[in-house]
């Protein structure tokens, strides 16, 4: 099966840079993504590492290193509408679904 | 542009009753995929559907039965509804399968079971 250990929670002030880490275990791996839910919202998808190294979307990138099953959500300049929970996510074993992590609740203070 | 349309928002069951949930799209999509969200789990997958007029059990299917009889329609039936179906229960629909790109979510339904 998959599965997927990330912090539950983490806390930054307004302009920081955050990192929020995903280890996964899976077999038959077709990548890494990383969704954002504000509270009482639609998870949204934020980004996708299909490859080793990183993808830059704005303040947003994302890492993904597959020798080490280990990804990560890079958030700078933080901003307190990123106050959110951010999910890491694999697609299940036989390609069809995605499997998605505890999520991290990310709370920015000013 | 619609996207993803779950119906009801919310529902308050007694239970052993049971209920139909809706989940439309209008992107196209071929798949589609019902999960639930409780507090400190996560999204976990109940069934999804890799085409019209197919299902598949997903992570947490007991309880649940599902239906994909038009394509741009998924539906979530709770048979004998039990307190420990009280989620959210989000619906989502993407091209593509495999990359985990991409999935659009409904809004959700959250659904108390008493």
């Known amino acids: 099966g998959q599965s997927l250990e990330q912090p539950s929670e983490v806390t930054a002030v307004e302009g920081a840079i955050v990192q929020i880490n995903c280890t996964y275990q899976t077999s038959g791996f077709y990548g890494l993504s990383w969704y954002q839910q504000h509270d009482g919202g639609a998870p949204t998808f934020l980004s996708y590492n299909g490859l080793d190294g990183l993808e830059e979307t704005g303040r947003f990138s994302s890492f993904l290193s597959r020798s080490d099953s280990y990804g990560y959500l890079l958030l700078q300049e933080l901003q307190m509408k990123d106050s959110a929970s951010y999910f890491c996510?694999?697609?299940?074993?036989?390609?069809?679904?995605?499997?998605f992590g505890k999520g991290t609740t990310l709370s920015v203070s000013s | 542009n619609a996207g993803v349309t779950q119906t009801p928002k919310f529902r308050v069951l007694k239970t052993g009753q049971s209920m139909t949930l809706l989940c439309a799209q209008d992107m196209n999509h071929e798949y589609m995929y019902w999960y639930r969200q409780d507090p400190g789990m996560g999204l976990r997958l109940i069934h999804y559907s890799v085409g019209e007029g197919t299902t598949a059990k997903g992570e947490v299917p007991d309880g649940y039965n599902v239906s994909r009889l038009k394509k741009q329609n998924f539906l979530l039936g709770l048979e004998s509804a039990a307190p420990s179906q009280t989620s959210v229960y989000f619906c989502?629909?993407?091209?593509?399968?495999?990359?985990?790109?991409?999935?659009?979510f409904g809004s959700g339904t959250r659904l108390t079971v008493v």
């Open positions: 989502a629909s993407s091209s593509d399968a495999d990359r985990g790109q991409g999935y659009t």
């Open positions: 996510a694999v697609v299940n074993q036989a390609g069809t679904a995605l499997i």
